[in-house]
């Protein structure tokens, strides 16, 4: 039976928290109100992304191949010049099946791509601080690091406000490379909830879903054998 925190946003520098059961324990809910934006924060308090989580490894047929692999070039036509050396033809392609429906594309037991169900593949953190243009970018401000870095959920005025950069381009649905002001590489790996330009004329609520950040399970599982 979940429970919540209360109704009312609590200021600054407090938390509210709240948790609701899940199949491996409970997940714990908790705000952080801050002058500029709000970030909600999902913590799993009782088990990180490991190979624990892992339901089956299976290689993929050929025909499931290409079709992984059309999917990645469409999505990042900037990997065409190296897609047939990050994903071999001949090489075997295995899909890993983990809890919540999320699934690992590995090779060589490198897990190089991640997706949800069916949803669009994004590259791993890793895979991307490679090739760090393959990816429309968002950008927040250095207050947000550390929420970013906790697994925030990114709102709206975290991305319009002073330091915080958008895409144009971009719409909603779209995986994007979240980067962070005054630094160099992606902490997170984002996916939109709604386009830049609604971001930008709504201005509240969350923007941007964290799928993936610095130093969560998934980076630092560099191998599943």
Known sequence: MAWHGRENMLHS?????????????????FFFEIPTQIFVVLINM?????SEDVSSQNQVKASVQRKIRQSIAEEYPGLEPVLDDLLPKKAPLIVVKCQNHLNLVLVNSVPLFFNI????????????????????????????????LAGANIMCPGLTSPGGALDDEVEAETPVAIMAEGKQ??????????????IKAINKGIGVDNM???NDGLWKMERLD
């Open 212 to 214: 993936h950040y610095l």
């Open 117 to 148: 169900r069916d949803g669009p593949y994004m590259p791993t953190l890793r895979l991307l601080h490679q090739y760090p243009n393959i990816m429309k970018k968002f950008q927040v401000d250095r207050g947000a690091i550390k929420f970013v």
């Open 46 to 50: 009782f088990k990180k992304f490991s």
């Open 13 to 29: 520098e407090q938390v509210k928290c709240g948790a609701t059961p899940s199949g491996s324990g409970f997940f714990f809910f």
């Open 185 to 198: 590489h992606a902490l997170a790996i984002g996916f939109t909830k709604m386009s830049a330009k609604d």
